[in-house]
């Protein structure tokens, strides 16, 4: 039963990895494709830097996102182990 546990484990970590490692290659892929959209308009240096800006926005997004769910996600009130016990024994 634990080495089922166990593999299930594995499995669930080599698939989150492979889908970090994709998810890192896709923004990679955004960024060089976002690079050329500037670089139409813009120097490539400064086409470099829009680029890069435009990258840093998305993470700050990502990290305001993320603050913003895992703050809804901890609001619920958590009943104490007497309200528990209170509430099972009627």
């Known amino acids: 039963m634990f080495m089922s546990f166990l ?6 970590v080599a698939v989150v990895l492979a889908c970090a490692t994709g998810l890192t ?3 990679g ?9 500037f670089a139409t308009i813009l120097s ?6 829009a680029a890069a800006g435009t990258a ?15 703050g809804r996600m901890s609001s619920r009130p ?4 007497h309200a528990r016990v209170a509430s099972v024994a009627g």
């Open 29 to 37: 892929l955004l960024v060089a494709a976002d690079y050329f959209a």
């Open 44 to 49: 490539p240096v400064f086409a470099a830097l």
């Open 78 to 81: 958590k009943r104490s182990m």
């Open 56 to 70: 840093v926005l998305f993470c700050l997004l990502a990290i305001i996102i993320g603050k913003i769910v895992l």
């Open 7 to 12: 593999l299930r484990g594995v499995v669930v």
């Open 25 to 27: 290659a896709a923004f």
